[in-house]
């Protein structure tokens, strides 16, 4: 009876052990420590604004610095801001194991410049602070991501207003 209970409670002990080592087949790859693809990116932003996105991810960390620039010649404007974001969440769907979902939040600035007029003499300049709400969708094994941020900003000069900003866009990165 003892022989039979010692060889019970060992049985599943060795099933466990056996379970965990994988077949001679089977390749298994240490997952990325980062959130997304890492080092330079360049992509497309498309909303408010509409232009060039430009990103950079250091290796393994949870932050990005993004910038963007963009323009309306019709309307002879020119916009450019640079933001730091730091990962403060990741998502990630059962049903889709390839995918993670980064959300960033961060601060930058903005600067926004226009003609005031028709006759092209004058010209307006604004600058304000970003708080850029992002998600952004990371395939883990391609080196590109695809994002929608939403950024409230608050103007600072030439007066004090509240904007809203937002966009959709993609970058591939490099490295």
């Given at each position: ?18 379970a965990?080592v994988?077949?001679s087949n089977?390749?298994i790859e240490?997952e990325?420590?980062?959130t997304?693809p890492?080092e330079m990116?360049i992509?497309?932003i ?9 990103g ?6 949870d932050?990005?610095?993004?910038a ?6 019709p309307q ?18 059962p049903n889709?194991?390839?995918?993670t979902?980064?959300v ?7 600067f926004?410049?226009r003609e005031?007029n028709g ?9 304000g ?8 969708m ?6 590109f991501d695809?994002f929608l941020?939403l950024?409230p900003v ?8 509240f904007?809203l900003d ?6 591939y990165f490099?490295?």
């Amino acid at each position: 009876m003892l022989t039979m209970l010692t060889a019970l409670s060992l049985a599943p002990t060795a099933q466990a052990q056996d379970a965990e080592v994988p077949p001679s087949n089977v390749v298994i790859e240490d997952e990325p420590t980062g959130t997304g693809p890492s080092e330079m990116g360049i992509g497309i932003i498309l909303g408010s604004p509409t232009g060039l996105s430009l990103g950079y991810r250091p290796g393994g960390q949870d932050h990005i610095i993004n910038a963007g620039f963009a323009w309306n010649f019709p309307q002879q404007r020119v916009h450019a801001h640079a933001d730091y974001l730091h990962t403060f969440y990741v998502l990630t769907d059962p049903n889709a194991p390839s995918l993670t979902f980064p959300v960033n939040v961060g601060v930058g600035v903005r600067f926004h410049s226009r003609e005031s007029n028709g006759n092209g003499d004058e010209t307006r300049a604004t600058v304000g602070v970003r708080i850029p709400l992002q998600m952004t969708m990371v395939p883990k094994h391609h080196p590109f991501d695809v994002f929608l941020e939403l950024v409230p900003v608050l103007l600072l000069y030439p007066e004090t207003k509240f904007r809203l900003d937002g966009a959709l866009g993609a970058r591939y990165f490099f490295g």
